[in-house]
């Protein structure tokens, strides 16, 4: 028997345990017992992390969709599979059967097969939280495509060299967006997106606010049209365990944005047993995570993850401050929550807002509470304990990465023990390493170090979709025979797990990675500066806020600065997307470099951090005089 749902502390030991000392046999029991298969696996891993390459179930085949959807109509096709919960509160929430959402997934896939999509194709979603994008996720995996969701607050530049880079040559979008009191024109920024995408040729048009848009004749058609003549009859396509599931980009420190790719078998298997151990989810439950399907928590814990488990899963298409800041609590009643999952960002924003929003709501729905992102301080650690889990409901500090696909660190919920700030231990079948200065594993307990992971895991992303030589470079070059994060984090006496941050040129702002070299891109784009580095500083809802520091062009010193700050938070707005604003902008003389000519990030931040009595010993740089001149500046 498989250990499938852990229920107490000391099986969380003895499972954990047995993930280590022999994984391929704890996950094949998992596999086998679990989930549909068409083919039986011949071989449960191989593995080398030098290459690299993983490989989990090989032999096997299976499609997703049928695990997430077709398994469930006979026990459960009344059931409410996503429960939609639109922007605007006076709407009525759609409750999407599983039967009805296997229907419309078939419906998508027959549309999109229509189009002349085959197996292997990337189709591009840029789409926002409406049931639409749910079922396009489904109805590419049914078919075997491979979707690149882009998450629709991105820029039209970021958009299309989204679409260039996995070279999809379809589009799925939605007319426009809503978001609180704002609509969002999603349909012309993708319009501009494909004026540098001409492989593009056709694009699905979702309508739900019904805005004028421009369609481009024959390249664009309405998806309800062409629903309308569907079939809900769509066989499943079959796949091979390792075939590509999706493609999810992330921010790297460098370079272009990293499109991971993951497969197929191992992503759903562990998907779908960390959300069943980290949410404790139990039939009848309403499960609600608040991420934006664009971002790999969306993926996992709000498509596949939940409905492999045959859930009722929330998608909240609107923000927890409209019409006001008790719109989250005001879901949680109506819809009686049990598993709230969400962000430390979203839960200081509330935290500033009078306590009465929390507790004009019944909660007692609540059974766990999530967060995720990025590290949760202390004071909010507290206040979502308090106020919304009236200290009753554990709070499961999840640790993971769009390249882990699920969940890597964090506590059972009623069986491990929590303490605040810390993701505690590791789910069953990760097995953490902290790594030295020498590169050397760090044993023991009460250590700080760089955060690796030393074995397999199902979800793992298996490469950079067509750079494998960056995946082996970012993620296996650093440590002899180790996933290298690019977080640190500390052990402390018993074992516990607390991260401690990005070690590397990747600032999470408001819960989203921003990789600064894109970022430095765009601002340096601007006619009148020479050059630009930005760092991170705490801000108390943001986590980090951003802090550019620009030299300028001869030309450009005599312009006035606030109209330049303008410009060019406006260029990053358009190059990137507005979460990638600068909060703070100081022009200097000069950045300080290393002799190499290496800008020292790293003076920077002290100065960004009001910490410019602690820089050390600057007198090897090749411009030591900056300095004083930046931190000068930086008190004005
Ligand atoms: C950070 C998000 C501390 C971390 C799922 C990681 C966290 C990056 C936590 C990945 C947490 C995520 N505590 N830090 N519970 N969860 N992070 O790819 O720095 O958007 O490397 O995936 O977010 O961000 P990504």
Not at 100 to 116: D, P, T, Y
Not at 207 to 213: A, K, N, V
Not at 481 to 499: L, N, S
Request: aromatic content about 10%; glycine content about 6%; charged content about 25%.
């Amino acid at each position: 028997m498989s250990n499938y749902h852990i229920k107490h502390l000391e099986e969380y030991w003895q499972v954990y345990r047995k993930s280590v000392r022999h994984p391929e046999h704890f996950w094949e029991e998992i596999a086998e017992e679990h989930f549909v298969w068409r083919k039986r696996w011949d071989k449960v891993l191989e593995w080398d992390f030098d290459t690299p390459i993983v490989k989990w179930f090989q032999g096997g085949q299976l499609n997703i969709t049928e695990n997430c959807l077709d398994r469930h109509l006979a026990t459960r096709g009344n059931q409410t599979a996503l429960l939609f919960e639109p922007n605007d509160p006076n709407s009525p929430a759609e409750h999407i059967s599983y039967s009805e959402l296997h229907q419309r997934v078939c419906k998508m896939a027959n549309v999109l097969k229509s189009k002349g999509v085959q197996k292997g194709d990337r189709i591009c979603i840029y789409l926002p939280m409406i049931p639409e994008l749910a079922v396009a996720v489904l109805a590419c995996a049914r078919i075997g495509a491979v979707h690149s969701v882009v998450f629709a607050g991105f820029s039209s530049t970021a958009l299309a060299t989204r679409i260039q880079d996995c070279d999809c040559r379809m589009v799925i979008c939605s007319d426009g967006s809503y978001r609180g009191e704002k609509i969002l024109d999603l349909k012309s920024i993708v319009d501009q997106a494909l004026e540098e995408c001409p492989e593009v040729s056709t694009v699905l048009v979702v309508q739900r606010t019904l805005q004028d848009i421009a369609m481009v004749q024959d390249r664009d058609f309405y998806m309800a049209d062409l629903l309308e003549k569907s079939s809900a009859d769509c066989p499943i396509e079959i796949m091979e365990a390792e075939d590509p599931l999706f493609i999810l980009y992330t921010s790297g420190s460098t370079g272009k944005p990293k499109g991971m790719l993951h497969t197929t078998a191992g992503y759903m298997v562990y998907t779908a047993y960390t959300f069943k151990n980290v949410f404790q989810y139990r039939d009848g439950d309403v499960y609600w995570c608040t991420a934006d399907i664009g971002w790999i928590t969306g993926h996992s814990y709000i498509v596949y993850g939940p409905l492999c488990n045959g859930a009722t899963s929330v998608m909240f298409e609107g923000v927890p401050s409209y019409p006001d800041f008790g719109r989250f609590w005001e879901i949680v009643q109506k819809h009686k929550v049990s598993q709230f999952y969400t962000a430390p960002t979203a839960i200081r924003a509330l935290a500033k807002e009078n306590v009465d929003y929390v507790n004009s709501y019944d909660l007692s729905s609540l059974k766990v509470l999530g967060t995720v992102g990025e590290p949760i301080n202390e004071e909010a650690w507290h206040w979502y304990n308090e106020n919304v889990g009236k200290k009753n409901s554990p709070i499961a500090d999840t640790w993971f990465q769009t390249e882990t696909g699920g969940i890597m660190i964090s506590p059972i919920p009623y069986s491990t023990p929590t303490i605040p700030t810390f993701a505690t231990l590791p789910l069953p079948g990760v097995q953490l390493a902290l790594m030295d200065h020498e590169r050397e594993e760090i044993k023991g307990n009460q250590v700080h170090g760089k955060l690796c992971i030393k074995f397999p895991w199902p979800s793992m992303a298996r490469t950079i979709y067509g750079d494998h030589d960056r995946y082996r470079e970012t993620y296996f070059s650093a440590y002899d025979q180790m996933y290298f994060t690019g977080d640190g984090a500390m052990r402390d006496a018993v074992g516990y797990y607390r991260i401690t941050g990005r070690v590397d040129d990747v600032i999470i702002v408001s819960g989203h990675n921003i990789g600064t070299a894109p970022v430095e891109d765009a601002i340096n784009e601007h006619p009148a500066v020479a050059e630009s580095a930005i760092v991170g500083y705490p801000h108390d809802v943001k986590g980090n806020a951003l802090y550019a520091y620009i030299t300028l062009k001869e030309s450009g010193e005599d312009r006035n600065h606030d109209n330049l700050r303008k410009e060019i938070n406006e260029l990053i707005r358009s190059r990137i997307g507005p979460i990638a604003k600068m909060d703070k902008i100081q022009f200097t003389q000069g950045l300080p470099k290393t002799r190499s000519g290496k800008i020292m990030r790293r003076i920077l931040r002290k100065i960004a951090h009001d910490e410019s009595n602690q820089l050390g010993d600057i007198s090897t740089l090749l411009n030591p005089e900056v300095v004083e001149s930046i931190i000068k500046g930086a008190m004005i």
